[in-house]
């Protein structure tokens, strides 16, 4: 999925709480930042244990490319 997400683009995960945090888990590795997170609790029509997480990819940056720059 990295691959084909632009960077500074998004990603929503709707699941439920342990594969949630699961996947938090990897983030920082992938230089993406979590941006939201509820619960759907209030969706009287859901289940109610599901969780929703909103995910932006971030630009990488090296330290040469930080070098180049200035």
Known sequence: MDRILRPT???IV???QSVVDFVKKYLPALHWEVVAQTDSSS???QDGDDVVLIIQKKIWLTSNSLRDSE
Do not use: L, Q, V
């Open 9 to 11: 683009g998004f990603i």
């Open 14 to 16: 709707r699941d439920k």
């Open 43 to 45: 969706d009287s029509d």
